[in-house]
T-cell receptor, first 114, second 112 residues
Framework: EAGVAQSPRYKIIEKRQSVAFWCNPI?????LYWYQQILGQGPKLLIQ????????DSQLPKDRFSAERLKGVDSTLKIQPAKLEDSAVYLC????????????FGPGTRLLVL | KQEVTQIPAALSVPEGENLVLNCSFTDSAIYNLQWFRQDPGKGLTSLLL?????REQTSGRLNASLDKSSGRSTLYIAASQPGDSATYLCAVTKGASNQFYFGTGTSLTVIP
């Protein structure tokens, strides 16, 4: 079974530039999450999708971050414009329906903002 | 707001030792607790999942316990090996949305 795929794996940009990350969840996983993990910290949830609808985006900085999951499968996370403090690993996770199901994580995209 | 704390932040042990990692959380109304392993440059791998009604889970050399009333969990690793070197994260969920609240992790180094 293929895992959660993410691209790119690494990205270096200058502040005020824009960047987009892509995630392809495990087939059949209706729930998709984006997390931000700053160096030395645990992952922090940015947004949760159920199919193509947003379940929770309370911690998403909406002035600069946006995410979509148009067809209920792949998802993109965008930052525009980027700030230095956005340097982090962005993790995507997915899971099957059902609260007892575990989340499966992708390898992450490491972003460095200069 | 749920806060999750892990102690110690870093741990270094010689190969073969048994060790315990600690996780504490402030809100005991959790749905489940999960321990993950994170290797450098990689995503998270689930190790053990404990439902709120359970007291412990075991997988091979790993044993995780949960004391919901006191807001604590421990991960016990028996006979540690260099391949166990990684960062270990605990996460708790609250509610059916399965949103994770992660701790800051414990960085483990097992010295050959």
């Amino acid at each position: 079974e293929a895992g959660v795929a993410q691209s790119p794996r690494y990205k270096i940009i200058e502040k005020r530039q824009s960047v987009a990350f892509w995630c392809n969840p495990i087939s059949g996983h209706a729930t998709l999450y984006w997390y931000q993990q700053i160096l030395g910290q645990g992952p922090k949830l940015l947004i949760q999708f159920q199919n193509n609808g947003v379940v929770d985006d309370s911690q998403l900085p909406k002035d600069r971050f946006s995410a979509e999951r148009l067809k209920g499968v792949d998802s993109t996370l965008k930052i525009q414009p980027a700030k230095l403090e956005d340097s982090a690993v962005y993790l995507c996770a997915s899971r099957l329906p059902g609260a007892r199901e575990t989340q499966y994580f992708g390898p992450g995209t490491r972003l460095l903002v200069l | 707001k749920q806060e999750v704390t892990q102690i110690p932040a870093a741990l270094s042990v010689p190969e073969g030792e048994n060790l315990v990692l600690n996780c504490s959380f402030t809100d005991s109304a959790i749905y489940n607790l999960q321990w993950f392993r994170q290797d450098p440059g990689k995503g998270l791998t689930s190790l053990l999942l404990i439902q709120s009604s359970q007291r412990e889970q075991t997988s091979g050399r790993l044993n995780a316990s949960l004391d919901k009333s006191s807001g604590r969990s421990t991960l016990y690793i028996a006979a540690s090996q260099p391949g166990d070197s990684a960062t270990y994260l605990c996460a708790v969920t609250k509610g059916a949305s399965n949103q994770f609240y992660f701790g800051t992790g414990t960085s483990l180094t097992v010295i050959p």
